[in-house]
């Protein structure tokens, strides 16, 4: 079974940058693709960022775009999340997703299109 970690996170001051890390366990089978979501207390999950296998294709969420940023490292199997200029509109549970894809250059922004999951962070920015 494939199993997310993730790392990182925590409270920060409006403006203050946070990076995330997603470890990818497990016998994945064939190559994939990985995501970020949140979600806010009382709101529905909302997509992030994601990234394709072969890392030459990425989509942000307008709301994120020009702050933050999705990578990946294949040889240590973790995607990160770099994320600058927090706001406290950013404060939300972040999750990682995985999906196998043996299309490396394809990117997938539905949280019902990916099978496996992190366990969920905090991330809190004060005002």
């Known amino acids: 079974q494939v199993q997310l970690v993730e790392s990182g996170g925590g409270l920060v001051q409006a403006g203050g940058s946070l990076r995330f890390s997603c470890a990818v366990s497990?016998?994945?089978?064939?190559?994939?693709?990985m995501a970020w979501f949140r979600q806010a207390p009382g709101k529905e999950r909302e997509f992030v960022a994601a990234?394709?296998?072969?890392?030459?294709?990425?989509h942000y969420a307008d709301s994120v775009k020009g702050r933050f940023t999705i990578s990946r490292d294949n040889v240590k199997n973790t995607v990160y999340l770099q994320m600058n200029s927090l706001k406290p509109e950013d404060t939300a549970v972040y999750y990682c997703?995985?999906?196998?894809?043996?299309?490396?250059?394809?990117?997938?922004?539905?949280?019902?299109?990916?099978?496996?999951w992190g366990q969920g962070t905090q991330v809190t920015v004060s005002s």
């Open positions: 497990g016998r994945t089978f064939s190559s994939y693709a």
């Open positions: 997703a995985g999906r196998p894809s043996t299309r490396r250059d394809v990117v997938y922004i539905q949280g019902y299109e990916y099978s496996w």
């Open positions: 990234i394709s296998w072969s890392a030459d294709t990425t």
